[in-house]
């Protein structure tokens, strides 16, 4: 199976600054990565597919990058909203595997 | 507008079943393949099952193989979970979502979720 590991696990932040998130894959899955956001007690939402295909609505703030093994999430001047928990998921495989999350705190 | 509904939850005593239903409206459901993602309390997301949009192929995570059985009625948009000899540790909201690409038979996105439903599984 293949295992998706996120990195940081948390990140302090605060409005207006630009962070990263890091998503590395056990093999390749050449860019069938996808990033969620999850606000607490709501469902996940998509922000990216195809790893850097932004979703229908999503703010153009958020951009992705990467291919193979290694994924990185931006989100550029980071917004009041924008403060929740943020995974990425492989689908090069039929068992969708998330990352363990990444979760963006105010500092 | 795309929205599915889950129900079914509750608390069910380990060894116990529980069948989860996922209502979807605002698209043709036939169409899309569907999947049950769970989290359980305080964790991350664990995909559990697949249903491609044709019904017939299926795939699960390790962890319910065997114990979990996905279905669906497209001509009633529904989605089913049969949850059988239940554990301590399936207790989570169990999340449906949809496949971003219609009629396909390779994995995609999940572009639309529901709220979730509530399993817990305790004696």
């Known amino acids: 199976d293949i295992q998706m590991t996120q990195s940081p696990s948390t990140l302090s932040a605060s409005v207006g600054d630009r962070v990263t998130i890091t998503c590395r894959a056990s093999?390749?899955?050449?860019?069938?990565l996808a990033w969620y956001q999850q606000r607490p007690g709501k469902a996940p939402k998509l922000l990216i597919y195809k790893a850097s295909t932004l979703e229908n609505g999503v703010p153009s703030r958020f951009s992705g990058s990467g291919s193979g093994t290694e994924f990185i999430l931006t989100i550029n001047s980071l917004q009041p909203d924008d403060f929740a928990t943020y995974y990425c998921q492989q689908y090069n495989s039929y068992s969708g595997t998330f990352g363990q999350g990444t979760k963006v705190e105010i500092k | 507008q795309v929205h599915l509904v889950e129900s079914g939850g509750g608390v069910v005593q380990p060894g116990r079943s529980l069948r989860l239903s996922c209502a979807a409206s605002?698209?043709?459901?036939?169409?899309?393949?569907m999947h049950w993602v769970r989290q359980a309390p305080g964790k991350g997301l664990e995909w559990v099952a697949l249903i491609w949009f044709h019904g017939r192929n299926k795939y699960y995570a390790d962890s319910v193989k065997g114990r979990f059985t996905i279905s669906r009625d497209n001509s009633k948009n529904t989605l089913f979970l049969q949850m059988d000899n239940l554990r301590a540790e399936d207790t989570a909201v169990y999340y449906c979502?949809?496949?971003?690409?219609?009629?396909?038979?390779?994995?995609?996105?999940?572009?639309?979720w529901g709220q979730g439903t509530l399993v817990t599984v305790s004696s």
């Open positions: 979502a949809r496949d971003r690409d219609d009629i396909v038979v390779v994995p995609s996105a999940y572009d639309s």
């Open positions: 093999q390749s899955i050449t860019n069938w």
């Open positions: 605002g698209f043709t459901f036939g169409n899309y393949g």
